[in-house]
């Protein structure tokens, strides 16, 4: 059966308690969750139009006040958005893009910690990380906000784009669904500031965006195979996938590692050295990896990793006389 605006209110206010509103509850009292009278008296509604909400027989609600009926029940913004919806309404956003991470998404973030993998913002800003991610892409924690946009580093150039997002894929596929990202939330959020002066910036300084932009790309993130450039173990060559989380405008971006592989280890060192050792200075560097003997290893497209990675050949990193 489908939930009604009326079964999701008797839902919220059955489990929240008096102590939640900062109240006593009498003994005696037989009702678990707050009553009719304490939600109308708290939302600033009559006891009956409350009733008739919750049975149906009061239909369009106005925005204040189901508004009103979120803030007394204390609903977190995703429940806030769906009370908007089942009353017929939009819900309604403040106009900027939140930085808000979900509790599920922050979940499997630390479910997560062994694969680089980060959550981003609508305008590809990164908000949070697992320690695998800093330990193969560098640690954004000393970056500022505006240097963890990942939109900017990808669309940088030369020995400063290469430190900024040490990331190599051929073609136009990534800046293309970049520039495609960036459209969209545009039309959601016309007038969040950082969002409309990165959009001005980067079609003034990089004529690679501008011309994407004017054209209309138009870009989907398909599963893909990208090198990662490493300075102390070197190439790092992953699966890179984008994940959508429904609800929200936050993006989950995953590289992970065929079992097994060179790639693997070279991880498993970053992984558990973490960039720096015990006391701060840099680790020993790893065993020599070699140069491994499977140059026709298939990709997913059906071409081979060294055509992913245009023809590069892996260099073996050499420990420290």
């Given at each position: 059966m489908d939930e009604?605006?009326?079964?999701?209110?008797?839902?919220?206010?059955?489990?929240?308690?008096?102590?939640?509103?900062?109240?006593?509850?009498?003994?005696?009292?037989?009702?678990?969750g707050l009553r009719r009278e304490e939600l109308a008296e708290l939302a600033g509604l009559s006891v009956d139009y409350v009733v008739r909400l919750e049975q149906g027989r009061a239909r369009n609600p106005s925005a204040q006040v189901v508004a009103s009926l979120a803030r007394a029940l204390r609903l977190e913004p995703e429940e806030r958005d769906h009370a908007y919806?089942?009353?017929?309404?939009?819900?309604?956003?403040?106009?900027?893009?939140?930085?808000?991470?979900?509790?599920?998404v922050q979940r499997m973030l630390a479910r997560l910690g062994d694969l680089p993998a980060g959550v981003f913002s609508a305008d590809?800003?990164?908000?949070?990380?697992?320690?695998?991610?800093?330990a193969l892409l560098g640690d954004p924690g000393g970056r500022t906000h505006t240097e963890r946009n990942l939109v900017r580093a990808a669309f940088a150039s030369g020995p400063r784009g290469l430190a900024a997002w040490p990331v190599?894929?051929?073609?136009?596929?990534?800046?293309?669904?970049?520039?495609?990202?960036?459209?969209?939330?545009?039309?959601?959020?016309?007038?969040?500031?950082?969002?409309?002066?990165?959009?001005?910036?980067?079609?003034?300084?990089?004529?690679?965006?501008?011309?994407?932009?004017?054209?209309?790309?138009?870009?989907?993130?398909?599963?893909?195979?990208?090198?990662?450039?490493?300075?102390?173990?070197?190439?790092?060559?992953?699966?890179?996938?984008?994940?959508?989380?429904?609800?929200c405008d936050v993006r989950l971006l995953v590289y992970?590692?065929?079992?097994?592989?060179l790639d693997a280890e070279k991880l498993e060192f970053l992984r558990v050295t973490n960039g720096v050792g015990a006391d701060g200075s840099p680790p020993p560097r790893p065993r020599p990896f070699p140069v491994p003997s499977r140059p026709d290893r298939p990709d997913r497209s059906g071409g081979t990793a060294a055509a992913c990675r245009g023809g590069a050949r892996r260099t073996p990193v050499e420990p420290i006389p």
């Amino acid at each position: 059966m489908d939930e009604t605006l009326g079964t999701a209110l008797r839902r919220w206010r059955d489990r929240l308690s008096p102590v939640d509103i900062g109240r006593t509850a009498r003994p005696g009292r037989r009702a678990a969750g707050l009553r009719r009278e304490e939600l109308a008296e708290l939302a600033g509604l009559s006891v009956d139009y409350v009733v008739r909400l919750e049975q149906g027989r009061a239909r369009n609600p106005s925005a204040q006040v189901v508004a009103s009926l979120a803030r007394a029940l204390r609903l977190e913004p995703e429940e806030r958005d769906h009370a908007y919806r089942l009353a017929g309404l939009l819900p309604p956003h403040d106009g900027t893009i939140s930085t808000r991470v979900p509790a599920g998404v922050q979940r499997m973030l630390a479910r997560l910690g062994d694969l680089p993998a980060g959550v981003f913002s609508a305008d590809w800003t990164l908000l949070s990380w697992t320690p695998a991610w800093a330990a193969l892409l560098g640690d954004p924690g000393g970056r500022t906000h505006t240097e963890r946009n990942l939109v900017r580093a990808a669309f940088a150039s030369g020995p400063r784009g290469l430190a900024a997002w040490p990331v190599r894929q051929d073609g136009d596929i990534l800046h293309s669904a970049l520039v495609a990202d960036l459209r969209a939330a545009l039309v959601t959020y016309p007038h969040d500031r950082g969002l409309v002066e990165l959009v001005e910036e980067l079609r003034s300084t990089r004529a690679d965006f501008a011309r994407l932009w004017d054209e209309g790309a138009v870009g989907l993130h398909a599963s893909v195979r990208k090198t990662v450039v490493h300075p102390r173990v070197g190439d790092v060559v992953c699966d890179c996938d984008v994940l959508t989380v429904p609800g929200c405008d936050v993006r989950l971006l995953v590289y992970t590692v065929a079992a097994g592989s060179l790639d693997a280890e070279k991880l498993e060192f970053l992984r558990v050295t973490n960039g720096v050792g015990a006391d701060g200075s840099p680790p020993p560097r790893p065993r020599p990896f070699p140069v491994p003997s499977r140059p026709d290893r298939p990709d997913r497209s059906g071409g081979t990793a060294a055509a992913c990675r245009g023809g590069a050949r892996r260099t073996p990193v050499e420990p420290i006389p």
